[in-house]
């Protein structure tokens, strides 16, 4: 069924992650700490990493933001005893794709996995974007990167991620919700603020002006739309 990392210190936790997911038909390779985590987790066979937020010698966050800082595009389902709202917006803002906060049903994380996998074979299977044009810039998103006129800037993952969605439904009013549901795969209200912040930092890229965007477009109290 597919290769899974579980980055976690707990044994008894790890060891019942395992036995469920094994019982469910995956591969499972397993890591009690960050720096270990970190290594494994740059296995190109992996299918989903489920990764502990606190753990020695280097914590989930780091892991996350190093793994997509370095264009790993795996899902990752963080775990966490933590059930702060600010916990939960910095790890998908930094690239975490769901979060669980313990304790958790192995049935619901089994649950939150299977639909992780699925929407990225879904993905793989969907037609998309490969460049975009308009005006002076250029948008190729395969190599993450915006050009406006002389000016280039880089992509983070989940930024261009963000850029796709909204020009692939270019004049259509995009709903945070939907964003988080597709991109993220996220269902919570709690993190849609992290939307707009993204939405930021975009137009900086690709606004000549982004204190008057032109392109990428308020719709008050729904979403954003976008027009080239």
Not at 132 to 142: A, C, K, L, N, P
Not at 146 to 159: C, D, H, M, N, T
């Amino acid at each position: 069924m597919g290769k899974i990392l579980v980055i976690e210190d707990d044994p008894v936790i790890l060891e019942g992650i395992v036995d469920n997911l094994e019982q469910e038909g995956y591969s499972v390779i397993t890591a009690m700490d960050g720096k270990t985590g970190l290594n494994m987790a740059l296995d190109s066979s992996l299918d989903c990493i489920i990764l502990d937020v606190m753990l020695p010698k280097m914590n989930g966050l780091e892991i996350c933001r190093e793994l997509r800082e370095r264009n790993v595009k795996r899902p990752i389902l963080m775990l966490t005893v933590r059930s702060d709202e600010v916990d939960k917006v910095l790890g998908l803002e930094i690239g975490a794709d769901d979060y669980l906060t313990k304790p958790f049903s192995i049935h619901e994380l089994i649950a939150r996995i299977h639909a992780l996998l699925r929407r990225v074979k879904r993905q793989q299977t969907v037609r998309s974007l490969d460049t975009y044009s308009f005006g002076d810039v250029h948008i190729d998103f395969r190599k993450y990167r915006v050009k406006r006129g002389s000016r280039i800037y880089r992509l983070k993952a989940r930024e261009c991620e963000v850029l796709k969605y909204i020009i692939e439904r270019k004049e259509e009013v995009v709903n945070r919700s939907d964003i988080l549901r597709d991109v993220w795969n996220y269902k919570f209200a709690l993190s849609s603020r992290s939307i707009d912040n993204y939405i930021v930092r975009l137009r900086k890229m690709i606004e000549k002006d982004p204190a008057r965007p032109i392109h990428i477009l308020n719709v008050r109290g729904v979403g954003y739309k976008f027009i080239d």
